[in-house]
């Protein structure tokens, strides 16, 4: 992409682990897509959690699930976001809100990363309604004991799912 000035080129990062990327996500990305002119996807490399997929996976599953989009990024970071953010000359974080409870813990978040960084503004996108329940923490559980994740993930992360959890569902 090229450097163009920060006032006509709108860039916008929009973090998470994705551990793995669900339809809810892809409503995001989709949507965001196409308020920016680069939506830079951002996979969150948290040392803190045991990830079902490495990073290196999980930005592959991105890659494929927006394939279609022209103008998203897949990336990776391990730094705070707000520092991300400036690095990526980024305006914008994007937060998608699935419920009340999601939307107490992403203003704080939001308020913490605007304090570090007060040139990056958040918005919070709602997710449609149809994917509210969906976590990724729900779809693993799900593959986990070979329930059905078809609806809730892409193909390829369904396949990956399989993948994964083949001969451990009645564990």
Same mark, same amino acid.
């Given at each position: 992409?090229?450097? @163009?000035?920060?006032? !006509?080129?709108?860039?916008?990062?929009?973090?998470?682990?994705?551990?793995?990327?669900?339809?809810?996500?892809?409503?995001?990305?989709?949507?965001? =897509?196409?308020?920016?002119?680069?939506?830079?996807?951002?996979? +969150?490399? $948290? +040392?803190?959690?045991?990830?079902?997929?490495?990073?290196? @996976?999980?930005?592959?599953?991105?890659?494929?699930? !927006? =394939?279609?989009?022209? $103008?998203?990024?897949?990336?990776?970071?391990?730094?705070?976001?707000? $520092?991300?953010?400036?690095? /990526? $000359?980024?305006?914008?974080?994007?937060?998608?809100?699935?419920?009340?409870?999601?939307?107490?813990? @992403?203003?704080?978040?939001? =308020? !913490?990363?605007?304090?570090?960084?007060?040139?990056?503004?958040?918005?919070?996108?709602?997710?449609?309604?149809?994917?509210?329940?969906?976590? =990724?923490?729900?779809? /693993?559980?799900?593959?986990?004991?070979?329930?059905? !994740?078809?609806?809730?993930?892409?193909? @390829?992360?369904?396949?990956?799912?399989?993948?994964?959890?083949?001969?451990?569902?009645?564990?």
């Amino acid at each position: 992409m090229t450097n @163009e000035s920060t006032s !006509t080129y709108r860039v916008a990062v929009y973090p998470g682990s994705f551990d793995p990327v669900t339809m809810g996500h892809m409503d995001i990305i989709t949507r965001a =897509s196409k308020q920016f002119d680069l939506l830079i996807v951002a996979v +969150l490399n $948290n +040392l803190s959690k045991n990830p079902l997929f490495s990073v290196e @996976e999980r930005k592959d599953l991105l890659r494929q699930a !927006t =394939s279609h989009l022209p $103008n998203v990024e897949i990336d990776s970071f391990r730094d705070l976001l707000a $520092n991300y953010i400036r690095q /990526k $000359n980024a305006q914008v974080i994007v937060r998608g809100i699935r419920t009340v409870t999601d939307f107490e813990y @992403e203003l704080q978040l939001a =308020s !913490t990363n605007h304090k570090l960084n007060p040139d990056a503004e958040t918005i919070f996108m709602m997710t449609h309604p149809k994917y509210s329940f969906l976590s =990724s923490s729900l779809v /693993k559980e799900i593959a986990h004991f070979n329930g059905d !994740t078809t609806d809730l993930v892409s193909r @390829e992360v369904d396949e990956a799912l399989r993948r994964k959890f083949s001969g451990h569902g009645d564990q």
